[in-house]
């Protein structure tokens, strides 16, 4: 069986409008797809009712620290 991880960033853009919907929909989809890793990214202080995500805060990242980690995500997703 193979590995997913799906990645979505600047949730926290979504108009009011599309937030809910958005936030329906992605619970059914992660109940249909419980083995897939599931990243939800959000500016600091939005408070956004997205069920069971464990909410982790993360320092800035220099340039430098930014591309390291884009590299490392490459690697390990195999893209080229």
Avoid: C
Wanted: glycine share 8%; aromatic share 8%.
């Amino acid at each position: 069986q193979g590995k997913a991880g799906v990645i979505f960033d600047g949730v926290d853009e979504l108009s009011p409008e599309t937030s809910k919907p958005f936030s329906t929909e992605l619970a059914h989809i992660r109940a249909n797809y419980p083995a897939v890793t599931w990243i939800v990214s959000t500016r600091p202080g939005v408070n956004y009712q997205l069920g069971d995500f464990a909410e982790v805060t993360l320092p800035s990242l220099t340039d430098d620290e930014m591309r390291r980690v884009g590299e490392r995500m490459q690697r390990r997703l195999h893209v080229q």
